[in-house]
């Protein structure tokens, strides 16, 4: 992994049209700004982990309609 | 709007399924769920609701990424839907509320919405509150 010393106002550019832009630092928060093309998704990697997990969690082998019939929708 | 046998584009956006695209969409019927099946792997199906019909507040914003990536330009060819997690017992079944599926039923172009605020929604709500059993207004707690 490249590891990059940067301050507060400085920027990475990444390829042609990806920007990370540090924003601010407190104590041990920073604050990232990303400018990046429209079909490049920018999340937080432990959100996309914790929805990674709980779909594949979901998955559904069998159904059972008996128990899908009982529930009411509010 | 027909909802049975509708196929959807979700160009690798459901997270852990990268590889899979179209799938088909159908009502369960009789029930309030739908079911979601993979068209390229059988294995994989996931059981859906309608959030409205859960939690009348939900509600949710769009980026412009997401609506690019749909050619979603008006908000009635939006179908929005939940992922639901079958647990035994039944009525310990969680909703990913965090993550919706938002489906263009103009175009069949679908995505993964994973919102960003993390206090909103939970990925793991009580598809079965106590409010519903009571017959009151639906909530879902965050944690």
Do not use: C
């Amino acid at each position: 992994m490249l590891v990059l010393t940067r301050k507060k106002g400085q920027v990475i550019q990444i390829g042609k049209d990806i920007e990370i832009h540090v924003v601010s630092i407190e104590g041990d928060q920073i604050k990232i700004g990303i400018a990046a093309p429209r079909e490049v998704v920018v999340l937080r990697k432990e959100l996309i982990e914790e929805v990674r997990k709980s779909n594949q969690e979901a998955v559904t082998h069998q159904i059972n309609l008996d128990q899908l019939k009982s529930v009411k929708k509010n | 709007m027909t909802l049975l046998n509708s196929d959807f584009f979700f160009q690798g956006s459901i997270l852990g399924f990268e590889n899979l695209d179209k799938f088909t969409l159908r009502s369960i019927s009789n029930t309030a769920f739908y079911q979601l099946n993979s068209v390229e792997d059988p294995n994989i199906q996931f059981v859906l609701v309608h959030p409205f019909d859960w939690l009348s507040n939900y509600e949710l914003n769009l980026n412009d990424n997401t609506l690019e990536r749909i050619d979603l330009s008006n908000a009635e060819d939006a179908m929005v839907m939940n992922i639901v997690t079958l647990k035994e017992p039944f009525s310990s079944s969680t909703v990913n509320y965090m993550a919706p599926l938002i489906m263009n039923v103009k175009n069949g172009l679908a995505t993964q919405y994973v919102i960003q605020d993390t206090r909103q929604y939970s990925s793991r709500a009580p598809l079965i509150t106590n409010d519903i059993v009571k017959g009151g207004d639906a909530h879902v707690s965050t944690d």
